[in-house]
């Protein structure tokens, strides 16, 4: 059952409240296997690999043919999605009607315009930049659908959806001085609460620029808790460095707190950038949403971050023990979330909803395959059940699916700037 706190809190003291409130649901949620749903077979799971590296290969013959006029690109464009839907189908096992969401105009639209606007903004960004940032459109694109928005690159999208990468990066960075960030930090903390700040770099031009292309949008007078909500996700951001602190010295309820506040105020952020405005449930679910995305991220990272120091709560755990209570506790903080979503309004939503809590127990099931090491050997075998490929599978498939992603968006904005009579490259 939701809980409920203050109405009408700051953002930052709801933030407060939010972080010990899903703080605590962790702690209660159960470490015992939950039910996933349905069991592959060994011959399943062979069947739908074929299907997936049958999309794969489509994709790379797509990527790789010479011609590029209009009615090859026409063509390429048909093939593209109806490949990607067969694949979703037969190699996912999703239904029609989340198939139907996925690839429905309006956001395969939003995709497409995101990464033609992205590379204009800054022909500079990198891949790896332009895929996080596109993730987030996504995000924002659904909750544009659950607040019965039109599915459209906002100008709010658009610089939000940008605008962390590039500070994340710039934050991440071992290269740049704990001096340097720490001035960074304060010009944009000053920056997000509507100062004139001079820029010092062009790399901070770009940051500062794309603030100004959501304060376009939202009259900062008529829309306080917009601004608000940016300047606790970038707070939460600053506590998050201490995660690479070696010297940080903390605790596990530490590095618990600062994961849900970033994730959480992440996502609520989204919100506030969708719609200007957010009832008292749905800041809450947004923020526990985002709390889960954040835990599942971190579960998919955890090799990355042992070899990097960065403190999750999974690396952390992971020095004195297997990750197998942790991982199904994640799945169970996650359905506790998930129960909350009904202020959105079921009758609208369910179809999107169960897209969404697919999508993650997938992404968590996946995770425990590409990092064996962390478990107990029962532990893989019987989650390896619930997973559509053999988890030796996706370790082989492990390191080509960033190119694959980014041939993916390489076509997408192709087939968007066919269609809106732009130029083709040669």
């Given at each position: 059952?939701?809980?409920?706190?203050?109405?009408?809190?700051?953002?930052?003291?709801?933030?407060?409240?939010?972080?010990?409130?899903?703080?605590?649901?962790?702690?209660?949620?159960?470490?015992?296997?939950?039910?996933?749903?349905?069991?592959?077979?060994?011959?399943?799971?062979?069947?739908?690999?074929?299907?997936?590296?049958?999309?794969?290969?489509?994709?790379?013959?797509?990527?790789?043919?010479?011609?590029?006029?209009?009615?090859?690109?026409?063509?390429?464009?048909?093939?593209?999605?109806?490949?990607?839907?067969?694949?979703?189908?037969?190699?996912?096992?999703?239904?029609?009607?989340?198939?139907?969401?996925?690839?429905?105009?309006?956001?395969?639209?939003?995709?497409?315009?995101?990464?033609?606007?992205?590379?204009?903004?800054?022909?500079?960004?990198?891949?790896?930049?332009?895929?996080?940032?596109?993730?987030?459109?996504?995000?924002?694109?659904?909750?544009?659908?659950?607040?019965?928005?039109?599915?459209?690159?906002?100008?709010?999208?658009?610089?939000?959806?940008l605008l962390y990468p590039y500070t994340d990066n710039y934050l991440d960075d071992p290269e740049i001085s704990a001096g340097t960030k720490?001035?960074?930090?304060?010009?944009?903390?000053?920056?997000?609460?509507?100062?004139?700040?001079?820029?010092?770099?062009?790399?901070?031009?770009?940051?500062?620029?794309?603030?100004?292309?959501?304060?376009?949008?939202?009259?900062?007078?008529?829309?306080?808790?917009?601004?608000?909500?940016?300047?606790?996700?970038?707070?939460?951001?600053?506590?998050?460095?201490?995660?690479?602190?070696?010297?940080?010295?903390?605790?596990?309820?530490?590095?618990?707190?600062?994961?849900?506040?970033?994730?959480?105020?992440?996502?609520?952020?989204?919100?506030?950038?969708?719609?200007g405005s957010l009832t008292e449930p749905q800041e809450r679910f947004l923020f526990g949403y985002g709390a889960y995305l954040q835990l599942?991220?971190?579960?998919?990272?955890?090799?990355?971050?042992?070899?990097?120091?960065?403190?999750?709560?999974?690396?952390?755990?992971?020095?004195?023990?297997?990750?197998?209570?942790?991982?199904?506790?994640?799945?169970?903080?996650?359905?506790?979330?998930?129960?909350c979503a009904d202020c959105f309004g079921a009758g609208r939503s369910s179809a999107l909803l169960n897209l969404m809590k697919r999508s993650?127990?997938?992404?968590?099931?996946?995770?425990?395959?590409?990092?064996?090491?962390?478990?107990?050997?029962?532990?893989?075998?019987?989650?390896?059940?619930?997973?559509?490929?053999?988890?030796?599978?996706?370790?082989?498939?492990?390191?080509?699916?960033?190119?694959?992603?980014?041939?993916?968006?390489?076509?997408?904005?192709?087939?968007?700037?066919?269609?809106?009579?732009?130029?083709?490259?040669?």
């Open positions: 059952m939701c809980a409920a706190y203050e109405p009408g809190s700051p953002i930052h003291m709801l933030v407060e409240e939010l972080v010990q409130e899903f703080a605590g649901i962790w702690r209660t949620s159960g470490a015992h296997v939950p039910q996933l749903g349905a069991t592959y077979s060994a011959d399943g799971k062979l069947s739908r690999e074929a299907h997936l590296q049958q999309f794969l290969q489509t994709l790379e013959s797509l990527q790789q043919r010479n011609t590029r006029d209009r009615s090859d690109v026409a063509e390429a464009e048909a093939v593209f999605f109806s490949a990607l839907r067969k694949c979703l189908t037969s190699g996912l096992d999703f239904e029609d009607d989340h198939v139907d969401i996925i690839l429905s105009h309006d956001f395969t639209e939003a995709t497409q315009e995101f990464l033609t606007k992205a590379r204009r903004f800054d022909p500079a960004i990198g891949s790896d930049d332009i895929s996080q940032a596109c993730r987030n459109v996504w995000v924002m694109n659904v909750w544009q659908r659950m607040l019965d928005l039109p599915v459209e690159v906002t100008p709010a999208v658009f610089a939000y959806s720490t001035a960074f930090n304060a010009r944009l903390s000053q920056r997000l609460a509507g100062a004139p700040v001079g820029a010092v770099s062009s790399r901070e031009q770009i940051i500062f620029d794309l603030v100004g292309i959501i304060e376009a949008q939202y009259e900062r007078s008529r829309h306080r808790r917009v601004f608000d909500s940016l300047l606790a996700i970038h707070r939460a951001q600053q506590k998050s460095l201490r995660l690479l602190d070696p010297e940080a010295s903390l605790s596990e309820e530490d590095v618990l707190e600062i994961s849900l506040e970033k994730g959480g105020a992440s996502v609520l952020a989204d919100g506030y950038l969708v719609s599942a991220d971190d579960l998919q990272d955890v090799q990355t971050d042992c070899d990097s120091g960065l403190l999750t709560v999974f690396s952390q755990a992971s020095t004195h023990s297997q990750l197998d209570a942790l991982t199904n506790r994640t799945y169970h903080f996650g359905n506790t979330v998930m129960e993650v127990v997938m992404l968590l099931t996946g995770a425990v395959g590409l990092a064996e090491r962390f478990y107990s050997e029962s532990y893989v075998r019987e989650l390896e059940t619930y997973s559509p490929f053999r988890f030796s599978f996706l370790r082989k498939h492990r390191d080509n699916l960033p190119g694959y992603k980014m041939s993916a968006m390489k076509l997408l904005q192709e087939f968007e700037a066919s269609n809106a009579g732009s130029p083709l490259d040669p």
